[in-house]
């Protein structure tokens, strides 16, 4: 079986079957990235671009040692924004990668739909490594492979998002990969950043965050950042923390066995206590290393489509 | 030079006539009747076809001087011909801004030697669009301009479009207010709602209308002093002007064929061509705009024709130009819309695309009499067609509604007794 599309634009338009698919592969993915011999040749031959339009390290490392890892030549273009207005267009960009030989384009934009529109103009498979608020598809995917493994599959789940729901792409990846998997997503956070209309994408929203993580199988954090203050969002960080933040009496609530993650980087004592974040139950770091391994596997699907 | 419409069905805002011949004599319409006989230079067999006024945009962009690459005066009026206009009015965010006298002329000397319709020039509102100091309306109206306005670019301060309603009001032109708060826009690109957080784009509330539209009508009020909403597109907006006609305000309303035919939805995958200021709203909104045209409470019917190049559309959504030709496919969207489903007649949209907006600009069009000037528009009423943007005169081809099917094709437009587009 193979991926119907070219690029991995959103999990908004990919099947449960593909779904399933690619967390299988990363299974197997996943032994090479805890192996000593961090070195196949699957992808030999190939060529990688990383073109990020915002800052990134994460993300960026995880992709170029999932392909480096299969033996791609893996290449990173760092664009800072403000090129984007008086430089080079993005489609431009893309067709000059293009007859460069590259296979696969990974991108991170600011604008939404900029994975899209290149995706529409070259021939090299395009990955959407975060486009604005839109979607985070390998993020999603990642989680859902540490949901899996921790839960050994994803109906019924009732999993837990709280904090700034609307400009979160991770939480509107998941809010469509997850509910394709039968898990029940389950949102909470200020008023002011909850979309409208955000339940017609297939979740719930709570009214409180006790509401939404009680009973919960996965309590997932978002990230808060200090710019919302200036756009008269949330009143202070500090506020946040008392109201919105998740801490371990939020837990108890939680089934027992419940997981905790965030698809970081964390601020500690805001959206989550470091009680949280390093409780045996926390999954955060266990995210990165199987964000490799999802790479790996997405690269390698994509790479393998002719 | 004599013209003579044979067998023609004359729609006017106030009758319906049919097998009507027009004979039309040194560009002014000198009879109408049935069986007119005797020798024209010119004779056009209007069986089968509707014969109504010329239309009247009240609402366009011309993009002359300065973005000749997306329209000028010249494409720009053949644009228009073919879509059945002969007077257009066309807004002053070029470049120079038309805020004086000589842009004003620039345009009129332009038009009188390349346009095939006739072209109004609106005069801005404030010097450069800046919405600070008043620009010389006095000498503008002198020089030909037909109204004010700052399209694109709301006049903020509200102390200002009072001051401006009131001195234009003096000089009787009317004052077009683009309404949108920018504050609560916040940069926004598309409405706020549910499509909005799905694309993850930022949104502008329909309250930024709403808020706009509300002080326009305060205003309106308390100066009793006329202002035209321009493209209205929202529940509220038409609801409030709907309460402001009944006190007897001196308000009129246009709305734009995108706003009572699509919705946000169109933006659906980052479609740029869907992307236009004020943002194509939620079906409710749609409903309640085809209501307020029913109902009277939106006057007219304008393109808000705004031609961009490729480029500018195939680009990032946030980054795109706002806007969509219109002029080609305004009166078939309309036809479709809402004539064919009941909502309007036939005479009410000849009053809504050319008598009113012809009052509203205070010039003497939207007639079919004798006496008046020879302009008019032939329609195949029957004739179902495919919107291909390659077919459009416009220099640019932006529009959500390639490949809709549409009902109604223009076959001539004659300005001042002259066949300006002849459809093959």
Do not use: W
């Amino acid at each position: 079986m193979k991926l119907r599309s070219k690029d991995l634009l959103g999990l908004e338009h990919v099947e449960p079957d593909e779904i399933t698919l690619i967390l299988d592969l990363a299974r197997d993915m996943k032994k090479i990235v805890l192996s000593n011999m961090k070195r196949v040749n699957y992808l030999q031959g190939r060529s990688v671009v990383t073109l990020f339009y915002e800052n990134s390290t994460r993300t960026r490392v995880s992709f170029e040692f999932a392909a480096k890892y299969m033996g791609a030549h893996a290449v990173n273009v760092a664009v800072s924004t403000s090129s984007v207005a008086k430089g080079e267009s993005l489609i431009d960009t893309g067709r000059t990668l293009d007859m460069m030989g590259t296979d696969i384009v990974v991108i991170r934009h600011s604008q939404p739909g900029a994975p899209h529109l290149l995706a529409r103009n070259i021939q090299a498979s395009v990955i959407n490594a975060g486009d604005g608020m839109h979607e985070h598809p390998t993020q999603a995917l990642l989680d859902m492979f540490t949901i899996r493994e921790a839960k050994g599959g994803f109906e019924g789940l009732k999993v837990a998002i709280i904090g700034d729901i609307m400009h979160s792409r991770v939480a509107r990846s998941n809010i469509y990969g997850l509910g394709k998997m039968g898990a029940k997503v389950y949102l909470y956070g200020p008023s002011t950043l909850m979309p409208p209309g955000i339940e017609k994408m297939g979740c719930r929203v709570c009214s409180s965050i006790e509401e939404a993580v009680d009973c919960a199988d996965v309590v997932m954090g978002l990230r808060i950042q200090r710019e919302r203050l200036k756009k008269a969002l949330i009143p202070s960080t500090e506020e946040y923390s008392k109201f919105f933040g998740l801490d371990t009496n939020h837990l108890e609530l939680a089934r027992k066995d419940a997981i905790v993650m965030h698809p970081g980087p964390v601020n500690r004592g805001v959206e989550m206590t470091s009680m949280l974040i390093d409780s045996e139950q926390s999954k955060i770091t266990e995210q990165v290393r199987n964000g490799v391994a999802v790479r790996m596997a997405l690269l390698y699907l994509l790479a393998g489509r002719e | 030079m004599k013209l003579l419409i044979k067998n023609g069905t004359l729609i006017t805002r106030d009758r319906t006539e049919n097998n009507t011949d027009i004979l039309i004599e040194d560009g002014k319409i000198s009879r109408i009747g049935k069986n007119i006989s005797g020798k024209a230079d010119e004779t056009i067999n209007a069986e089968g076809l509707a014969v109504l006024p010329g239309l009247v945009d009240a609402h366009c962009h011309l993009r002359d001087p300065g973005y000749e690459y997306k329209e000028d005066i010249r494409t720009g009026s053949m644009s228009a011909a073919k879509g059945g206009f002969t007077s257009i009015a066309c807004m002053p965010n070029t470049n120079p801004v038309i805020d004086n006298e000589s842009i004003v002329r620039y345009v009129i000397d332009k038009a009188r030697r390349e346009a095939v319709v006739n072209v109004y020039p609106i005069g801005a509102i404030t010097k450069g669009l800046q919405g600070n100091e008043l620009a010389e309306m006095g000498r503008m109206k002198a020089a030909g301009i037909v109204a004010v306005s700052d399209d694109g670019r709301p006049v903020m301060q509200a102390s200002v479009m009072k001051k401006a309603i009131i001195y234009a009001g003096g000089f009787g032109l009317p004052v077009i207010s683009h309404c949108e708060d920018m504050d609560l826009a916040e940069g926004g690109s598309m409405n706020e709602g549910e499509t909005s957080t799905k694309l993850g784009l930022h949104g502008i509330p329909s309250a930024a209308e709403d808020v706009m539209v509300a002080r326009e009508i305060i205003l309106s009020e308390y100066t009793h002093m006329p202002v035209h909403i321009a493209h209205v597109s929202t529940r509220g907006a038409v609801e409030m002007i709907r309460q402001a006609k009944k006190r007897g305000v001196p308000v009129t309303a246009e709305t734009c064929p995108h706003y009572f035919t699509l919705t946000e939805n169109a933006c659906e995958g980052y479609n740029t061509n869907a992307k236009v200021n004020p943002p194509l709203r939620t079906q409710e909104d749609v409903e309640a705009v085809i209501e307020g045209l029913k109902d009277g409470t939106i006057d007219i019917i304008a393109t808000d024709h705004a031609p961009h190049h490729f480029d500018e559309k195939n680009v990032e959504f946030e980054l795109a130009a706002n806007g969509m030709v219109g002029f080609e496919t305004a009166l078939p969207l309309a036809l479709t819309y809402l004539v064919a489903p009941g909502i309007l007649t036939l005479n009410q949209l000849a009053d809504k695309m050319s008598s009113k907006p012809a009052e509203i600009l205070k010039i003497d069009k939207g007639h079919i009499r004798p006496g008046a000037d020879a302009d008019m528009v032939l329609v195949n009423l029957g004739e179902e067609y495919i919107i291909n943007p390659n077919e459009f005169l416009s220099k640019s081809k932006n529009t959500p509604f390639a490949g809709f099917k549409v009902k109604g094709r223009v076959k001539y437009t004659i300005v001042g007794g002259k066949i300006v587009y002849q459809d093959h």
